[in-house]
Nanobody, 113 residues
Framework: QVHLVESGGGLVQAGGSLRISCVAS????????IGWYRQAPGKQRELVVS?????DYADSVKGRFSISRDNAKNTVYLQMNSLKSEDTAVYFC?????????WGRGTQVTVSS
């Protein structure tokens, strides 16, 4: 089992920055990659950035968001800069293993304009 907990969300002004975290626990050795997704009200969940050896950012966040990790802390970060109101969503991290994908419960990011 892999457990994921997101944190760091909150209210931020447009143009501001925020870094959210995803802490993995359990069978972390089985994780192949951790990426970030988001879901705004009334919209489908969408990829923000894929994890793994290579990253693939959504066009809407390229140049503004970046993914990083601290292996010692079993934590993956999403640095979000130049935030826009359109970035308002619940942000989820997803861990991929050989068996299945695991999802966190999400952290709310609200960007005011």
């Amino acid at each position: 089992q892999v457990h994921l907990v997101e944190s760091g969300g909150g209210l931020v002004q447009a143009g501001g920055s925020l870094r959210i975290s995803c802490v993995a626990s359990g069978s972390t050795f089985s994780i192949k990659a951790i990426g970030w997704y988001r879901q705004a009200p009334g919209k489908q969940r969408e990829l923000v950035v894929s994890g793994g050896s290579s990253t693939d950012y959504a066009d809407s966040v390229k140049g503004r968001f970046s993914i990083s990790r601290d292996n010692a802390k079993n934590t993956v970060y999403l640095q979000m800069n130049s935030l826009k109101s359109e970035d308002t969503a619940v942000y989820f991290c997803k861990a991929s293993t050989w068996y299945r994908d695991y999802w966190g419960r999400g952290t709310q990011v609200t960007v005011s304009s």
